[in-house]
Nanobody
Framework: QVQLVESGGGLVQAGGSLRLSCAAS????????MGWFRQAPGKEREWVAA????????YYEDSVKGRFTISRDNAKNAVYLQMNSLKPEDTAVYYC?????????????????WGPGTQVTVSS
C-alpha cells in the first residue's frame, strides 16, 4: 500500500508564494512518475504538473507555466510544487498522485494513489 501525504498549503496574498510537499511511503517511489492536481469548489479535478520518475522531464498546465515548478527527491521519497506569483484563481485543494508508469501522465485515471490534499487559498 502506498501512502501520500501533502503539506505546505495555506492562505497567501496574490503575488505570494507557497511550496507544497508530498511525502510518499513506498520504497518503489523512484520507479513512478508523480503529478500534482487541484480541485476548486464546484469544479472537476484538473492536472497541474507532472514529473517523470528520473526527473528528466516535467510538464505544466498552461495557466501555471512560468509560475509553478515541480521537482522530486527520490532519496527522500518526496515531490514538491513551488508556486510563485499566486493568483486568486489558483485557490483549490491540491493533491499529489502517483502515475502508473515511469513516464509522465496527464489524466486522472492514469494515477493510482492519491494524497488527501492540502488547501491553498489565495486572497486578492
Amino acid at each position: 500500500q502506498v501512502q501520500l501525504v501533502e503539506s505546505g498549503g495555506g492562505l497567501v496574498q496574490a503575488g505570494g508564494s507557497l511550496r507544497l510537499s508530498c511525502a510518499a511511503s513506498a520504497r518503489t517511489f523512484s520507479w513512478y512518475s508523480m503529478g500534482w492536481f487541484r480541485q476548486a469548489p464546484g469544479k472537476e479535478r484538473e492536472w497541474v504538473a507532472a514529473i517523470s520518475s528520473s526527473a528528466d522531464r516535467t510538464y505544466y498546465e498552461d495557466s501555471v507555466k512560468g509560475r509553478f515548478t515541480i521537482s522530486r527527491d527520490n532519496a527522500k521519497n518526496a515531490v514538491y510544487l513551488q508556486m510563485n506569483s499566486l493568483k486568486p484563481e489558483d485557490t483549490a485543494v491540491y493533491y499529489c498522485a502517483r502515475g502508473t508508469y515511469s513516464s509522465i501522465r496527464f489524466k486522472v485515471e492514469e494515477y493510482d494513489y492519491w494524497g488527501p490534499g492540502t488547501q491553498v487559498t489565495v486572497s486578492s
